[in-house]
C-alpha cells in the first residue's frame, strides 16, 4: 500500500499549494480545411474544430473528478491560419477569427490559438493579410488567440515583420482601449516559437504535428515553493536544485497521468507534456516567491537571473524522467501581471524591463505581460521585440513578447485584466529612439550557431 | 478501479463507522485501512474497490462529502493512480 505521508503530501499541495493542471490542449490540424472559397473553407474549419473537440472539455471534467485534481483550462490550437486562409486571396481573413470564436464558445473551451502566421524568413501568401488583420481579430472575438514568429536560429529574424508586428501591437492595444487594451494581452511576438506549446496566448497546431494531438501543460510554483519553504534553511544550493527536480518530478508525473488518461479517452495521439512553472496571481502560485524563498530579499535584485537559471535548469531536469515526451516551452514563466510576487516587485521599483530582459536569457519565454506606457511608439516596441529575438536566436531558444501597452496611462499607473491575467503596473521603458533601426528592414542574418550541419 | 479515500480533521466518535457506512451502503469494498492520530488531528486513508459499486463515482464523493460535513471532517476521494504516478517509479 502507498505511504500515508505520500498520500497526505499530494492531498497537501492540491489543497493548500495550487497543485493543478494548466491546460489540457488538443491540437487540431486544419491541413485539410484548405479551399479557395473562404465560405467554404470557415464551414471545413468549424465543422472540423467540432467534431475533433467535441468530447475535450466533458472527458477534462470527468478526469478532473475522478483523479481529483483541478484542470484549470481546456483549450485548443489550430493550424496557422495564415496556411488555411492563404488559398482564399480574401482580404475578409479576420472570418476564420469569427469561426474560431464560434466553435471554442459552442464547445465550451477556455481558449482558442493559432490565428498566427510564421514569417521567421519571409512572408508567404496569406501572411501579410493575417498580421494586418490581427487587432480586429482580437477586438471582435473573446477567445481567439494570435502568435506570430518572426525569428529563429535557423532564419535570423525578419526585421520587416519587427517593424509591422510594432504597429501591430499598438493598434490591438488601441482598439481594445475601452477593455483594459485586452487584445495586447492574446497577442504573442515570438522567436523560435515551439509547435507543440499548450500554453495561451501563444499555441499554435505546427504543420509536422499529427492530425490531432493531446498536449497537457503543468503548473505549480506554488508546491515548489512551499517544498523549499518546509525543508530549505541552511541548505546549499545543490540540495536546493534537488528539492526543485523532485518537486517537479512529482507534478511531471501527475501531467503525465493526466494527459495519457485524456489521449486515451479522447482515442487521439499523446503529444507531449510541457514541464512549465506557470504562476497565477492567486496567493502561493508566485514564481517570484520561489526565487525571494531561495534567499533573494525581492525578486528583481542582483541574484535573481542566477536564481532563476537554476529553477529553469531544475524543473526540466525533474520534469524530462517523469514523461515519455516532453515539449513544448517546458521551463519556468515569468508573466509579471500574472504573477502576485513580480506585480510586488514591479510596484515597488525592484523589477524593470530591463532586469526582465535579462532574466528571459535563462528562462523558458520571454518578456510576458508587460504593461508599458500607452504613449509608447511602435518602432520602441518593435526594437523590444527585436532584442528579445536575438537574445532568442543567438541562444537557441524561445522568446517571445507579449506588452500590453496601457492607452492613456503612464508610469506608476496600474492596468487591471482580473482573473488569470491579473493585474500590471505600468512599466517604463528606456529612453531614446530605436526609429532609423527599426524602420531600415531587411533581415538579421542567422548566427552561426545555426550551422550545426 | 481502486480508489483512495482520504478523512482529515479533529478526532470525533464514530467517523471510521460512517464513513465504512456510506461505503458499504454503495456496495464499495474496503481493501485496506490505515489511520493516525496526531495530537487531536485524525488522519484516516482507506485503498476501497469501487467497481462494484452500486452508485457512480460522483454520488459515491458526494455521500462521502455529506460524511464529512457531519464530521466536520475533509473527505477526499480520488483515483489510487494519481498518488502511484506522483510516488513511485
Known amino acids: ?453 | 478501479m481502486k480508489a483512495i479515500i482520504t478523512v482529515i480533521g479533529k478526532d470525533t466518535v464514530g467517523i471510521l463507522a460512517k464513513v465504512s457506512g456510506a461505503c458499504s451502503s454503495a456496495n464499495v469494498n474496503i481493501v485496506e485501512v490505515t489511520q493516525s492520530v496526531l495530537q487531536d488531528m485524525f488522519a484516516m486513508i482507506m485503498l476501497v474497490e469501487i467497481d462494484k459499486a452500486s452508485v457512480g463515482f460522483d454520488e459515491l464523493r458526494e455521500s462521502l462529502n455529506k460524511v464529512g460535513e457531519d464530521t466536520n471532517t475533509k473527505i477526499h476521494i480520488m483515483h489510487e493512480d494519481i498518488f502511484n504516478s506522483m510516488h513511485k517509479i
Not at chain 1, 467554404?40 to 472527458?59: E, F, G, H, N
Not at chain 1, 532564419?155 to 517593424?163: F, R, T, Y
Not at chain 1, 477593455?179 to 499555441?203: H, Q, S, T, W, Y
Not at chain 1, 499554435?204 to 515548489?224: L, M, Q, R
Open chain 1, 1 to 453: 500500500m502507498l505511504e500515508t505521508k505520500d498520500i497526505l503530501e499530494t492531498i497537501n499541495m492540491i489543497d493548500n499549494e495550487n497543485l493543478d493542471v494548466r491546460t489540457i490542449t488538443m491540437g487540431i490540424s486544419l491541413l485539410d480545411c484548405l479551399d479557395e472559397d473562404i465560405d467554404k473553407a470557415c464551414v471545413k474549419v468549424y465543422d472540423k474544430i467540432m467534431r475533433s473537440a467535441k468530447d475535450l472539455v466533458k472527458t477534462g471534467e470527468d478526469i478532473e473528478r475522478e483523479y481529483g485534481i483541478p484542470i484549470i483550462n481546456k483549450r485548443i490550437s489550430v493550424t496557422p491560419i495564415a496556411m488555411v486562409s492563404a488559398p482564399c486571396q480574401s482580404k475578409k481573413v479576420v472570418r476564420f477569427a469569427y469561426t474560431l470564436d464560434k466553435a471554442a464558445k459552442e464547445l465550451g473551451v477556455n481558449f482558442i490559438g493559432g490565428y498566427s502566421a510564421l514569417v521567421q524568413k519571409g512572408f508567404a501568401s496569406g501572411d501579410y493579410a493575417l498580421i494586418e488583420s490581427i487587432p480586429q481579430a482580437l477586438s471582435e472575438t473573446d477567445f481567439v488567440c494570435s502568435s506570430v514568429n518572426i525569428g529563429s536560429t535557423k532564419a535570423g529574424i525578419n526585421m520587416d515583420a519587427v517593424k509591422m508586428m510594432g504597429k501591430i501591437v499598438k493598434q490591438t492595444a488601441e482598439i481594445t482601449a475601452d477593455r483594459n487594451c485586452i487584445g495586447a494581452a492574446k497577442l504573442v511576438v515570438f522567436c523560435n516559437a515551439p509547435e507543440d506549446n499548450p500554453f495561451m496566448a501563444g499555441a499554435f497546431h505546427g504543420v509536422g504535428e499529427a492530425d490531432t494531438v493531446i498536449n497537457v501543460g503543468v503548473s505549480g510554483p506554488g508546491v515548489v515553493r512551499a517544498a523549499l519553504a518546509k525543508n530549505g534553511a541552511g541548505k546549499d544550493i545543490t540540495e536546493i536544485a534537488d528539492m526543485v527536480k523532485k518537486t517537479a518530478f512529482k507534478i511531471t508525473r501527475m501531467g503525465q497521468l493526466v494527459a495519457k488518461e485524456a489521449s486515451k479517452r479522447l482515442c487521439v495521439p499523446f503529444g507531449i507534456v510541457d514541464l512549465s512553472l506557470a504562476p497565477t496571481p492567486a496567493v502561493g502560485d508566485s514564481v517570484a516567491h520561489i526565487l525571494e524563498e531561495m534567499g533573494l530579499e525581492v525578486c528583481g535584485c542582483h541574484g535573481t537571473t542566477a536564481a532563476l537559471a537554476l529553477l529553469n535548469d531544475a524543473v526540466k531536469k525533474g520534469g524530462v524522467m517523469a514523461s515519455s515526451h516532453v515539449g513544448g516551452l517546458s521551463g519556468a514563466f515569468i508573466p509579471v501581471s500574472e504573477d502576485a510576487g513580480m506585480i510586488a516587485a514591479a510596484k515597488s521599483g525592484h523589477l524593470d524591463i530591463t532586469k526582465l530582459e535579462s532574466m528571459t536569457a535563462v528562462c523558458s519565454v520571454g518578456l510576458d505581460m508587460i504593461v508599458v506606457p500607452g504613449d509608447i511608439t511602435a518602432e520602441t516596441i518593435s526594437a523590444i521585440i527585436a532584442d528579445e529575438a536575438a537574445i532568442g536566436m543567438v541562444n537557441t531558444k524561445t522568446t517571445a513578447v507579449r506588452l500590453i501597452p496601457a492607452v492613456g496611462r503612464q508610469a506608476g499607473d496600474m492596468l487591471e485584466f482580473g482573473g488569470l491575467l491579473g493585474s500590471g503596473p505600468v512599466m517604463p521603458v528606456r529612453a531614446g529612439s530605436p526609429a532609423v533601426f527599426i524602420n531600415r528592414g531587411g533581415r538579421i542574418p542567422a548566427p552561426l550557431q545555426a550551422l550545426k550541419n
